[in-house]
């Protein structure tokens, strides 16, 4: 998998076109359907500056959220071509139908230089089937299509995907950040190169361990996922999240991890709570003896100790997933020492996207960071070294 071969924005001639850009504007909104968070809006607004600084015709494109029903309201791009009219200083024109006459006609009339933006891509159904005719049907409105929303890049969707066929195409300045960032911490790591992995399951980050296990010198392992390794050596883990199924994987990774020389750090103690709910009873136990009927919900001060100790040192660190169940603030300890580690350490940090850059975000270490993806599941498919639909569909330089 290489990516540094695809088409940038700076490749493509763009000046007085009309482009096509998908962007991953899909922000969180609170009940009154205002923006919670605006970073992957404001992360786009570099691209698209440089299509109106050309003098581009633009159509954004975005999905916001699961749509069940069409031109559902809570799901409507309205809130975020609102935001970004005000951040540009200029008319986003939202338009209500995808495709068909009106949207054309639109568009016809716009201005070079002037934006508008499609409703929720995901109102139409054939988006997420890459139908072929609504990807032809996407591609006929421009002239150009760039591909700026790194987060849905392991999708195989209409507006990644299948437009591709019908148009010349490019990555935005966002995607090459992205691509960047991973590819060099992966291929060509400052030592020592160190990996964090929490959250709830090991199943979701079995292939992101295969392949890290090549690459990295140390993995550190907390959160819920780390009870299946724990229970693997034998200890005892009360009632903690555990895999049964992955019981020998774990044992697998850990014999592989020795044989390449990789260093896994496990948690040494646990703060265990009677109950899993957010003000239940709890105390701090070492983590070969969590005692029946507790359930360990974050990593306990030595742990926190061990791998500080090991952070401050890395040259290069990749973190996916929190070290307990940080939403609840009695168990938000572990990662929040751990992103201070993190922050702390000087080292190329990269965050990868869902959960813990949230709780990097939360906690005021943002700028700390080398980068903070704004996909988590992309993150996670790539670091997995599997390829990614979106990308391979890129022309090539
Ligand atoms: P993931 O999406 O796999 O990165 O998992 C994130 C989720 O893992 C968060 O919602 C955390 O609450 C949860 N999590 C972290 N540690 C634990 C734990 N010890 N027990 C249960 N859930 C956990």
Redesign the pocket.
């Known amino acids: 998998m290489n990516y540094s071969n695809k088409k940038s924005i700076t490749d493509i001639p763009i000046k007085n076109k009309t482009v096509f850009l998908r962007c991953d504007l899909n922000v969180p909104l609170d009940s009154k359907l205002n923006i919670v968070d605006t970073k992957k809006i404001d992360e786009s607004l570099k691209t698209i500056n440089y299509l109106i600084e050309n003098n581009s015709k633009i159509i954004i494109c975005s999905h916001l959220g699961r749509p069940k029903n069409k031109n559902d309201s809570n799901f409507s791009l309205k809130p975020i071509a609102n935001y970004l009219s005000k951040a540009l200083a200029k008319e986003v024109v939202l338009l209500p139908e995808i495709t068909g006459e009106n949207t054309k006609k639109t568009i016809d009339n716009l201005n070079f230089g002037d934006i508008c933006m499609l409703e929720n891509i995901r109102f139409d159904k054939r988006e997420t089937e890459n139908d072929d005719n609504f990807s032809k049907e996407l591609a006929s409105l421009a002239d150009v299509y760039i591909n700026d929303a790194f987060a849905v890049c392991h999708r195989t969707h209409a507006s990644t995907v299948g437009i591709t066929k019908y148009l010349p195409s490019a990555c935005g300045f966002l995607v090459e950040k992205e691509i960047t960032i991973l590819e060099n911490a992966l291929k060509s790591p400052k030592r020592p190169f160190v990996a964090i992995l929490?959250?709830?399951?090991v199943s979701?980050?079995i292939e992101v361990i295969n392949n890290l296990l090549s690459k990295v010198d140390t993995l550190i392992i907390?959160?819920?996922?780390?009870?299946t390794f724990t229970n693997a050596l034998g200890y005892s883990i009360g009632n903690?999240?555990c895999e049964k199924d992955k019981i020998s994987t774990a044992k697998d990774i850990m014999a592989k991890a020795k044989e390449k020389g990789v260093k896994i750090l496990l948690p040494l103690d646990n703060i265990v709570g009677l109950e899993?709910s957010a003000d239940t009873e709890f105390k701090t136990v070492d983590s070969d003896k969590i005692p029946n009927g507790w359930?360990?919900?974050?990593i306990g001060s030595k742990t926190t100790k061990l791998f500080s100790e090991t952070i401050l040192k890395a040259g290069t660190i990749i973190w996916?997933?929190?070290?307990?169940?940080?939403?609840w603030k009695n168990f938000q300890k572990g990662t929040a020492k751990i992103a201070q580690a993190v922050a702390k350490s000087g080292a190329i940090s990269i965050i990868g996207g869902?959960?813990?850059a949230a709780a990097i975000q939360n906690l005021g270490f943002k700028d700390k960071v080398t980068h903070v993806s704004t996909g988590?599941g992309a993150t996670l498919k790539f670091l997995e070294g599997k390829s990614m639909p979106a990308l391979d569909a890129i022309d090539e330089k």
Request: aromatic content about 10%; glycine content about 32%.
């Open positions: 929490g959250g709830a399951k979701d980050k907390g959160g819920g996922m780390s009870y903690s999240i899993y359930t360990g919900l974050d996916n997933g929190p070290m307990g169940v940080y939403e869902g959960d813990s988590g």
